[in-house]
C-alpha cells in the first residue's frame, strides 16, 4: 500500500472508532439489522393495551423514570439480585413502576427475530411511543441506537426523579438538570393525562390544600381516605383517563390536578399561560409533546462500543 493510502485508511479507522463510541442516535439504525423491529413492539404493545389499557400509561412512565436516572439506558429495566442493587426499589418505583413483563415480551419476540442486535433502552423508548399514540395520543420518529447500561443507581433514582410533592421551583430545576426547559416540564407533564396514582401520593393534597375544586376534593375523599388505603387508585386526568389528550390542562385550569406537582403548574405562577394554552390548543400540545419526548428520549445514551445489548431486559450480560 501507498504511504498515503495507509495515511488515509489509518485516519478513517481512527474516524470510525471515534465516531462510534460516542456515536448520535438516529432515526434509521435498524434499519438493516432488524427491519421488523417496529412492527414487533406495536403489535406487542397493542395486544398489551387491548388487555389493559392503564399498561400503556404505565410503560410511558418507565421510559421517564429510566431517562431521569444516568440517561435513557434500560437501568430500570434490571431486576435487584443478590449482588446488584438496581433501581426497581428505590422510593419512586417500589410498588409503583409497572409494565416489565411487556418489555420482556417484547424483547423476547424481537430476539427471535434480530438476535442480540437490539437494546432494551430502545425497546422501552419505542414502546412509550406506542402506548402513546394506541391511547389516542402523537405519534413521533424515535432516534435509535441506545445501548443498554451495566450499572443502575438506586440513590440517583431516589434524587433525581421527581416527587409528587414538590413545588414548581423543584421540579424546574430537577428537569434543568436533565438538560430540560420549564417549558418541557410542563408539556411533559401532560403525559398525566393518561394513568392512574395512589392515594398515598394525593392524600395532603385533597385534604389540607386550598388551590383544589371542593367538589373534586370530595370525590376523591370517597376513595381516599384519611387513614388506609394508602394503595387505592384515582386517574390523573379526572375527564378522559385512559385518553392521551389534552384534558389533563382543563382538569388544572379547574383546579383538579390530582397531585400537588400536578397543580403548581396552574397556580398564579410562570406556566399558568402555558397550561391556559394547551388546555385550549389540543393540535399545539400534542405537537410539542412529541418533539419534547423525543429531546427527552435523547438524554445522555450509551452509543457505539459503550454499554451492551443485554441479552434479557433483566440481567446484565
Ligand atoms: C413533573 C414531575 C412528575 C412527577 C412528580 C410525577 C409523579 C408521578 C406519580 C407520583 C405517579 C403515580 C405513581 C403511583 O401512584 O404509583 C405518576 C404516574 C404517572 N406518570 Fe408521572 N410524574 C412526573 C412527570 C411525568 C412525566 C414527564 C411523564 C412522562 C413523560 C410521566 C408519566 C406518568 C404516567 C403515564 C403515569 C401513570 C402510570 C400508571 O398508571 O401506571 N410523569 N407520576
Ligand atoms: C392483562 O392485564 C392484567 C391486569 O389487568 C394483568 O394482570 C395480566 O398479566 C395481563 N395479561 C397479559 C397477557 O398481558
Ligand atoms: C444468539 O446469539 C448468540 C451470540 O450473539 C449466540 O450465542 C446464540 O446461539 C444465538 N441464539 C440463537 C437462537 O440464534
Ligand atoms: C394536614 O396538615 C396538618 C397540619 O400541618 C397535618 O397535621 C396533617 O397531617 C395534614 N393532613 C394530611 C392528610 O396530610
Ligand atoms: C391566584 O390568583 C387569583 C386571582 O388573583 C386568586 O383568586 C387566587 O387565590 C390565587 N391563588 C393562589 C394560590 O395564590
Redesign the pocket.
Known sequence: MAPFTKLCVALSILSLLACCTNAQLVNNFYATTCPSLETTVRNTMTSAIKNES?IG??I??L??HDCFVNGCDGSILLDDTATFTGEKNAA?NR??A??FEVIDAIKTSVEASCNATVSCADILALAARDGVFLLGGPSWIVPLGRRDARTASQTAANNQI???F?DLST?TSM?SAKGLTAND?TV??G??T?????CR?FRTRIYNETNIDPNFATLRKTTCPLSGGDTN?AP?DTLTPTTFDNNYYKDLVAKKGL?H?DQVLFNNGSQDSLVTSYSTNSATFLNDFAAA?IK?SRISPLTGTNGEIRKNCRLVN
Open positions: 392503564r400509561a404505565s410511558l412512565r421510559f421517564f419512586p410498588n409503583s409497572r409494565g421527581p416527587s409528587p414538590s421540579l428537569f416540564l411533559l407533564s403525559a398525566h393518561i394513568g392512574q396514582g395512589e401520593l387508585l390523573l397531585f406537582s419526548m427527552l
